[in-house]
């Protein structure tokens, strides 16, 4: 590729006449979509039947204001939108003589305040026809997400057809999402088109994405992560870069084979349990997400949460072993994860084509804020020996110095919701509500008061047996 260069756009007329005096009429045969989003840039790609020079027209309106281009000419097109604002929605098309594409609109990196969503999913390949039907329900999801991960297994072989294929069902989503793929064992078939088509951070093969308050760092399987290994060195280095910064609330994983499954088709990976698991708890990993598997499985193990996303298209794996006792939630469906990131929470669901969510969960994260607003005081007390007699209650208290709206919700480890014990306008004083927890599972739970202010989260180590409370949180 030539030199990128910017220009304003009161040039674009004459700037195109000289880019594309005397070439080849040129066809796209992959219409653009983005990659490798940056604090300040962008990476438009496309692709054209015939080569030809090619241009990015940008900016805050579908008036544009900046170019980029290239003059040599070229049948894959790359150039970078280099100058961009954070929080910002630009808009952009690209020209390759004698085509035009749509104006589409992308959204730069949000800034750590900013609440934002991501969808994540795996194993496009297989069935064209079932990858649509993913497709389309993503494509309806609003607001929109600000990246598209994806846990491998892009294609069957990585050839040049399933290439195209899966541009041409994916396009209404890459056109406006940047897109950041890991590499699965069917994507290996051609590192050569992987290069090709994808313009990612680092190596392109293990890299880190740092967006909002949250940092994603993806993973290779195919190359070492033992201790001394050089992935396993820059993985550390990442998390304790994202323990060092203050901006840095959640950190996801993602990789392509799930270190816990009970699918009968497949095994666990083991490797990923002996050297990166510990780095999960060790740093406090919300999520890491997986493929491989075709299906949905939940898996929460040592306080880190494992999904497997594999629903994007391939043949789904029914079978299923025996459940295990960090089994959480499994089914064999076509899908995809919807996250949602609002500060100290982190919301995921699982949802199928035809909008169904399931498997809807909520982490609480563990940073501890000052109380402020309505409520001086959440309390709580319950029974302290097993097991739980017939009459035990679990009272929870808390003062109100102004009438507030409240909402007073149980939720297990998993982000499940246990119960839902108050939900109305209450006058200033204090006030107690009482819950008899029969049938639930003894272990760690998360009270939860919200209020039209904020929401004030209190967790027991254990409520039985006798553990006192640890902590209260205040999130907004």
């Given at each position: 590729?030539?030199?990128?260069?910017?220009?304003?756009?009161?040039?674009?007329?004459?700037?195109?006449?000289?880019?594309?005096?005397?070439?080849?009429?040129?066809?796209?045969?992959?219409?653009?979509?983005v990659?490798?989003?940056?604090?300040?840039?962008?990476?438009?790609?496309?692709?054209?039947?015939?080569?030809?020079?090619?241009?990015?027209?940008?900016?805050?309106?579908?008036?544009y204001?900046?170019?980029?281009?290239?003059?040599?000419?070229?049948?894959?097109?790359?150039?970078?939108?280099?100058?961009?604002?954070?929080?910002?929605?630009?808009?952009?098309?690209?020209?390759?003589e004698p085509?035009?594409?749509?104006?589409?609109?992308?959204?730069t990196?949000?800034?750590?305040?900013?609440?934002?969503?991501?969808?994540v999913?795996?194993?496009?390949?297989?069935?064209?026809?079932?990858?649509?039907?993913?497709?389309?329900?993503?494509?309806?999801?609003?607001?929109?997400?600000?990246?598209?991960?994806?846990?491998?297994?892009?294609?069957?072989?990585?050839?040049?057809?399933?290439?195209?294929?899966?541009?041409?069902?994916?396009?209404?989503?890459?056109?406006?999402?940047?897109?950041?793929?890991?590499?699965?064992?069917?994507?290996?078939?051609?590192?050569?088109?992987?290069?090709?088509?994808?313009?990612?951070?680092?190596?392109?093969?293990?890299?880190?994405?740092?967006?909002?308050?949250a940092?994603?760092?993806?993973?290779?399987?195919?190359?070492?992560?033992?201790?001394?290994?050089?992935?396993?060195?820059?993985?550390?280095?990442e998390?304790?870069?994202?323990?060092?910064?203050?901006?840095?609330?959640?950190?996801?994983?993602?990789f392509?084979?799930?270190?816990?499954?009970?699918?009968?088709?497949?095994?666990?990976?083991?490797?990923?349990?002996?050297?990166?698991?510990?780095?999960?708890?060790?740093?406090?990993?919300?999520?890491?997400?997986?493929g491989?598997?075709?299906?949905?499985?939940?898996?929460?193990?040592?306080?880190?949460?494992?999904?497997?996303?594999?629903?994007?298209?391939?043949?789904?794996?029914?079978?299923?072993?025996?459940?295990?006792?960090?089994?959480?939630?499994?089914?064999?469906?076509?899908?995809?994860?919807?996250?949602?990131?609002?500060?100290?929470?982190?919301?995921?669901?699982?949802?199928?084509?035809?909008?169904?969510?399931?498997?809807?969960?909520?982490?609480?994260?563990?940073?501890?804020?000052?109380?402020?607003?309505?409520?001086?005081?959440?309390?709580?007390?319950?029974?302290?020996?097993?097991?739980?007699?017939?009459a035990?209650?679990?009272?929870?208290?808390?003062?109100?110095?102004?009438?507030?709206?409240?909402?007073?919700?149980?939720?297990?480890?998993?982000?499940?919701?246990?119960?839902?014990?108050?939900?109305?306008?209450?006058?200033?004083?204090?006030?107690?509500?009482?819950?008899?927890p029969?049938?639930?599972?003894?272990?760690?739970?998360?009270?939860?008061?919200?209020?039209k202010?904020?929401?004030?989260?209190?967790?027991?180590?254990?409520?039985?047996p006798?553990?006192?409370?640890?902590?209260v949180?205040?999130?907004?």
């Open positions: 590729m030539s030199a990128v260069r910017i220009i304003p756009a009161g040039l674009s007329q004459f700037s195109l006449a000289l880019l594309f005096a005397g070439t080849a009429e040129a066809a796209f045969t992959k219409y653009p979509y990659q490798n989003l940056t604090d300040s840039s962008a990476v438009v790609r496309w692709e054209t039947s015939t080569a030809a020079p090619g241009l990015v027209q940008y900016g805050f309106s579908s008036g204001g900046f170019e980029v281009s290239h003059s040599t000419p070229d049948t894959v097109h790359e150039l970078t939108l280099s100058g961009l604002v954070a929080d910002t929605v630009y808009h952009y098309r690209v020209i390759s085509d035009t594409s749509p104006d589409a609109q992308f959204s990196i949000a800034s750590p305040d900013r609440p934002f969503r991501l969808i999913y795996a194993d496009t390949h297989g069935d064209s026809t079932t990858q649509q039907t993913v497709v389309n329900r993503m494509n309806l999801v609003e607001p929109r997400p600000g990246l598209l991960v994806h846990c491998g297994d892009v294609t069957a072989s990585g050839t040049l057809d399933e290439y195209r294929v899966f541009f041409n069902v994916e396009r209404p989503l890459l056109c406006r999402t940047p897109f950041f793929p890991c590499l699965g064992n069917h994507d290996l078939g051609s590192i050569t088109n992987w290069r090709r088509f994808f313009c990612l951070p680092g190596n392109e093969r293990w890299y880190s994405v740092r967006y909002g308050n940092a994603f760092h993806c993973l290779d399987d195919s190359s070492s992560y033992a201790p001394g290994s050089e992935q396993y060195e820059w993985f550390l280095s998390l304790l870069a994202d323990s060092a910064n203050p901006n840095i609330r959640h950190v996801f994983v993602w392509h084979y799930p270190p816990y499954t009970t699918n009968q088709a497949y095994t666990g990976n083991m490797r990923a349990r002996q050297y990166l698991c510990p780095l999960f708890e060790r740093f406090g990993i919300r999520v890491c997400f997986n491989h598997v075709h299906a949905y499985e939940h898996s929460l193990v040592s306080g880190v949460h494992y999904i497997t996303t594999g629903g994007g298209g391939a043949a789904l794996a029914t079978g299923w072993n025996a459940a295990q006792p960090w089994t959480v939630y499994r089914q064999a469906t076509y899908h995809f994860t919807l996250l949602d990131i609002r500060g100290d929470t982190v919301f995921s669901r699982g949802i199928k084509p035809d909008g169904t969510v399931f498997d809807s969960f909520a982490i609480v994260a563990s940073h501890t804020w000052l109380t402020t607003g309505p409520v001086s005081y959440l309390s709580v007390s319950g029974p302290t020996a097993l097991p739980l007699p017939a035990q209650q679990v009272r929870i208290s808390f003062r109100l110095s102004e009438p507030e709206h409240i909402e007073l919700v149980l939720f297990n480890p998993s982000g499940r919701q246990v119960a839902a014990l108050l939900d109305q306008m209450l006058q200033p004083g204090e006030h107690t509500v009482t819950w008899k029969a049938g639930v599972t003894p272990g760690q739970y998360f009270c939860v008061l919200r209020t202010s904020g929401a004030l989260r209190r967790k027991s180590g254990h409520w039985w006798g553990y006192s409370v640890v902590r949180v205040l999130a907004r």
